[in-house]
């Protein structure tokens, strides 16, 4: 049974800690930007960046936000020279207001 359990332990862990799904595939890190878009489409948000490390050292950054749905955590995609390094649970996007809904329907 000990192997079975960690069996089914190795199978989930590696989506349960960064991994996010598309619509075309599995997004994980070290793939790069191009690969991404091809499996998610477009990113609701993008920047782009040069940070200094440290004397001499450069690194790249690109970071997409991806917002899947209205039920759904966005996500915040980091890209370090090239290549995905980061996957990071935003909060849930923010709809309109209820009260402002309600109030709406009232005039």
Not at 7 to 26: H, K, N, Q, V, W
Not at 27 to 56: F, K, M, N
Request: net charge positive; with cysteine.
């Amino acid at each position: 049974m000990r192997i079975n359990l960690l069996t089914l332990l190795s199978l989930i862990t590696p989506f349960a800690f960064g991994d996010m799904r598309c619509e075309y595939g599995l997004i994980s890190r070290g793939l790069t930007p191009w690969e991404v878009q091809q499996r998610c489409g477009e990113a609701v948000y993008t920047d782009r960046r040069v940070e200094h490390r440290q004397p001499g050292y450069f690194v790249h950054v690109d970071e997409w936000i991806y917002d899947q749905s209205d039920t759904r955590f966005q996500r915040l995609l980091r890209f370090e020279n090239g290549r995905l390094r980061k996957i990071e649970l935003l909060g849930k996007p923010r709809g309109p207001s209820r009260l402002s809904a309600s109030a709406a329907d009232l005039s």
